[in-house]
C-alpha cells in the first residue's frame, strides 16, 4: 500500500468531495466537480410525501449514495462498500484500517457530529467523511465541507455512524479497492450528461427535473391562499435551506456542474461545453435571486405574506426551469457528438 | 478610466431626460424572455436598485429574442444608455470610454458569481468553525473554489428556523414546570427536532412518545428507557428528568 500522505481539500458537497479525495489520494485524479458530474450527480425533486420538519423535501441533487455507486461503476473502479449490523465490529474494523494506513470514507448521521456548530446539527444521516487517521481515543476526520482536517470522539463517531431514521447510515463504510490503468473517462463524460439531461427533461413525473421548479412555483402560488404566513415563510426558508445551506457550492449545485461543463471543455474542446457552462452560470445566477427573494418574505416583518412576493418567487422559479429546460435540449444529444469531439481531437492534433 | 464630468448644464438637461426615457419604455413591460442577468453597475447612479434588476432582464431579454441568437452583438437600449453615461461622467474620452466598455463586458458572459463577489459575511454560526467552499468565476472566466465565510440569506433563513425553535423550547420549559407536559418535550425542541424526527431518531413508535408526554405516565417510565432518552438528548437521566442544568 502506498503510504502517500494525505491531502486534505476543501470542497463544496460531502460526497462528491470525499469521491474526489478518495480517488485522489488512490491515484486517480479527480475533481469535485469532474466526481459530480460523471456520478450524475444533479437534479430537482420536489417530494410533497417526503417531509423534513414538517416540510416537504426539495432535493437539488440525487438519492445520497447515488455519487458513489454511479462514479465507480462508470469509471470501472473496483470498489468497496460495507454496511454493519454490529457496532463493535464496525469499529474494530475501522480501526484495522487506519492501521493499515488506508483512507476509508464513512456515511454518518450530522446529529452527533461533535465538530459541527450546534445549530447545524440536524436529524440528517446522509453526511460523508473520510476517516485517515486516530490519535488517543479521538478519531481524525478529512470533512470536505471543512477547511481543515478535525477530530471526533471514538463514541461520537460510533453513535453518528450508527444513529437510527430515514435512511439510517448502518456503518456505511466504503474504499476503493484497485484502479484499472486504462479508464475511458470521455465516454462515461458523455453518458453521464446525457443521462442527467434525459432525467431533468424526462422525468414520468411532474414534481421531478425541469418541470418539478415549475410546479414548486405552481404550489407557492397556491399556498398563498391557503396556509397561514408562518407556515409559507417556513415553507419558503426550506427552499433557500435545502439549495445554499446543505453544503451545495452555490445556488443548489448549479455552480459545481457549471464548472464541470467548463471542465470537460478543457478537456474535450467542444464549443457546446464552453456555451452550456456560461448557461449554466446564469442560471445559477437566477437561483441565488430566488434564494435571495425568499429571503426578503422570511425576514419581513409584516404580519400577512403579499401574494406579489410569492408571485414575483413562482415567476423566477419558472424562468430557472426554462433556462435549465433549455440547457439539457442542448445537451441531450451529446453522444452524437462523441464522434466530433474525436475528430476535434485528430484534427487539433494534426494542427500542431 | 479618468474622466470629468461634463459642465455644461444644458447637456445634463438634455440626456437625463432621455436616460429616464429609456427605462420608462421599459419598466412596464411583461417579465423578459431573455437568460442574460449581467448588472451593469452604470445604472445605480440614476435609478433604484430593483428597477436596475427589472431593466437588465428585460433589455437584455428583449434584444436576445430580436436578434434570435444568445450572444449580444447588437446595439439596444443598453448600448445607448453605457454611451449616454459615458458621455456625461467623462467628457475628455467618453468615445474612448465606450469602447472599452464593450470590450471588457464581451470579454466576461455575465456571472455575478464572480470571485470578487462571492459574498463573505461572516456568518454568526460560522464564527469559530472556518469557512464554506463555493464555485465561482475568476477574471479570466475559469470556475475556482472560494472560501466563504457565509452569504447573510443562509443566517436569515437558518436563523429564522432556530427562533422558532428556540421559542417552542422556552415555551415547553414553562409547561414543564406548571407540570403540564413532560422533559421531553423540552430537550426534543432544544435538538432542532419535532415528533417524527425524534421517534426516528431514538426508535421509539409516534403514538408511544406521545404518552410519554404526558406527565402521569412519564412518571412511571423504567429507568432503562430513560436512559435511553437521555443518552439520545446528550444529557444525563438526572438532567433530563428535572432540567436541573438547563439555564
Redesign the interface.
Known amino acids: 500500500m502506498e503510504q502517500k500522505p494525505f491531502r486534505h481539500t476543501h470542497a463544496a458537497h460531502c460526497e462528491s468531495g470525499v469521491m474526489s479525495s478518495l480517488l485522489t489520494h488512490a491515484g486517480f485524479e479527480i475533481s469535485e466537480p469532474m466526481a459530480f458530474g460523471v456520478g450524475g450527480g444533479l437534479s430537482f425533486a420536489y417530494i410533497p410525501f417526503l417531509k423534513m420538519g414538517n416540510l416537504p423535501v426539495i432535493s437539488y441533487r440525487m438519492f445520497p449514495g447515488m455519487i458513489i455507486k454511479k462514479l465507480t461503476k462508470r469509471l470501472g473502479i473496483e470498489y468497496e462498500i460495507r454496511r454493519y449490523k454490529d457496532e463493535k465490529k464496525a469499529m474494530d474494523e475501522l480501526d484495522e484500517f487506519v492501521r493499515s494506513g488506508r483512507i476509508v470514507g464513512l456515511r454518518t448521521s450530522a446529529y452527533f457530529i461533535t465538530y459541527f456548530p450546534p445549530e447545524m446539527r440536524f436529524q440528517f444521516n446522509a453526511h460523508n467523511i473520510l476517516i485517515c487517521g486516530k490519535e488517543d481515543n479521538e478519531y481524525i476526520v478529512s470533512d470536505p465541507v471543512f477547511d481543515s482536517l478535525q477530530r471526533i470522539g471514538a463514541e461520537d463517531l460510533r453513535k453518528a455512524r450508527f444513529a437510527r431514521g430515514l435512511s439510517a447510515p448502518k456503518g456505511y463504510l466504503h474504499y476503493p479497492v484497485s484502479i484499472p490503468s486504462e479508464v475511458d473517462l470521455d465516454t462515461q463524460i458523455f453518458k453521464a450528461i446525457r443521462n442527467t439531461s434525459r432525467m431533468m427533461l424526462y422525468a414520468p413525473t411532474r414534481m421531478i427535473g425541469v418541470k418539478g421548479i415549475k410546479h414548486l412555483g405552481n404550489i407557492l402560488m397556491r399556498l398563498a391562499s391557503k396556509k397561514d404566513p408562518k407556515y409559507i415563510r417556513h415553507f419558503v426558508g426550506n427552499i433557500v435551506r435545502m439549495q445554499e445551506e446543505i453544503g451545495s457550492g452555490g445556488a443548489g449545485f448549479r455552480f459545481m456542474y457549471a464548472a464541470f461543463l467548463q471542465e470537460v471543455y478543457a478537456r474535450l474542446g467542444l464549443p457546446i461545453f464552453k456555451e452550456t457552462s456560461e448557461m449554466m452560470t446564469a442560471n445559477g445566477d437566477e437561483w441565488r435571486e430566488v434564494a435571495l427573494a425568499c429571503a426578503r418574505v422570511v425576514k419581513s416583518k409584516k404580519d400577512g405574506i403579499e401574494k406579489e412576493d410569492l408571485r414575483k418567487i413562482a415567476d423566477m422559479l419558472a424562468e430557472c426551469s426554462r433556462r435549465e429546460k433549455e440547457i439539457f435540449l442542448k445537451l441531450r444529444h451529446i453522444k452524437s457528438l462523441k464522434s466530433e469531439a474525436v475528430l476535434h481531437s485528430e484534427v487539433s492534433n494534426e494542427s500542431q | 478610466m479618468e474622466g470629468e464630468i461634463r459642465s455644461d448644464p444644458l447637456v445634463w438637461a438634455v440626456t437625463v431626460p432621455v436616460f429616464i426615457f429609456l427605462y420608462r419604455m421599459e419598466l412596464g413591460k411583461i ?1 423578459s424572455n431573455g ?3 449581467r448588472r451593469h453597475s452604470h445604472f445605480c447612479t440614476l435609478a433604484p436598485v430593483h428597477y436596475r ?1 427589472k431593466l437588465m432582464y428585460h433589455l437584455r431579454g428583449a434584444e436576445a429574442k430580436r436578434s434570435g441568437r ?1 450572444t449580444i452583438n447588437s446595439i439596444g437600449a443598453v448600448d445607448i444608455a453605457i454611451a449616454l453615461k459615458m458621455f456625461l461622467f467623462y467628457d475628455n474620452n467618453w468615445i474612448f470610454c465606450v469602447s472599452r466598455f464593450r470590450q471588457a463586458e464581451n470579454l466576461e ?5 464572480k470571485v470578487k463577489e ?1 459574498p463573505q459575511d461572516k456568518n454568526e ?2 464564527e ?10 475568476d477574471e479570466h472566466g ?2 475556482t ?1 472560494v ?1 466563504t465565510s457565509g ?4 443566517e ?3 436563523r ?3 427562533n ?1 425553535f428556540a421559542g417552542k423550547t422556552a415555551e415547553a420549559k414553562k409547561r414543564f414546570m406548571e407540570g403540564d407536559v413532560s422533559p421531553i418535550e423540552y430537550f426534543m425542541n432544544k ?4 415528533l ?2 425524534l421517534s ?4 421509539i413508535r409516534k403514538w408511544r412518545i406521545r404518552r410519554h408526554l404526558k406527565p402521569s405516565v412519564f412518571g412511571r417510565l423504567r429507568g432503562s428507557l430513560l436512559k435511553h432518552y437521555a443518552e439520545f438528548f446528550k444529557t444525563t437521566v438526572e438532567n433530563f428528568t428535572t432540567l436541573k442544568e438547563e439555564k
Request: aromatic share 16%; proline share 2%.
Open positions: 417579465k437568460f442574460c442577468s434588476d444568445e458572459w455575465g456571472s455575478e458569481m462571492v454560526i460560522y469559530g468553525y472556518g469557512t464554506k467552499a463555493a464555485y465561482a468565476v475559469q470556475y473554489i472560501r452569504w447573510d440569506v443562509e436569515v433563513v437558518l429564522d428556523v432556530l422558532d435538538n432542532l427536532m419535532d417524527p424526527a426516528y431518531g431514538v426508535g
